[in-house]
Nanobody
Framework: QVQLVESGGGLVQPGGSLRLSCAAS????????MGWFRQAPGKEREFVAW????????RYADSAKGRFTISRDNAKNTVYLQMNSLKPEDSAVYYC?????????????????WGQGTQVTVSS
């Protein structure tokens, strides 16, 4: 079983950047498809991005394309989400998730393990 701990959230002005990190422990990190999701108050949890086991393949939500970049370092058991050109509508709790076996999915119900989340607030 893998444990996930996110960090890097905070308050940032519109147009600014943040880099989220998610450190994994307790499992074989390279076995897991890794994803980032977010949830704003009163809204459903939504897909942001996923990255394949090797890091070669990625997929982004339309809202994230061109602004966010997901990456992973299997040697460090860590996945990252670089967020640029942030907008107020990006404000949410961001969650890191892992899916055993690596089959790609944008559905949060397909992910087996979750972090506790990190708050991102974009406001002037």
């Amino acid at each position: 079983q893998v444990q996930l701990v996110e960090s890097g959230g905070g308050l940032v002005q519109p147009g600014g950047s943040l880099r989220l990190s998610c450190a994994a422990s307790g499992g074989t990190f390279s076995r897991y498809l890794m994803g980032w999701f977010r949830q704003a108050p009163g809204k459903e949890r939504e897909f942001v991005a996923w990255i394949s086991l090797s890091g070669i393949a990625t997929r982004y939500a339309d809202s994230a394309k061109g602004r966010f970049t997901i990456s992973r370092d299997n040697a460090k058991n860590t996945v990252y989400l670089q967020m640029n050109s942030l907008k107020p509508e990006d404000s949410a709790v961001y969650y890191c998730a892992a899916r055993d076996g690596g089959v790609s999915s944008v559905d949060y119900t397909d992910y087996n393990y979750w972090g506790q989340g990190t708050q991102v607030t974009v406001s002037s």
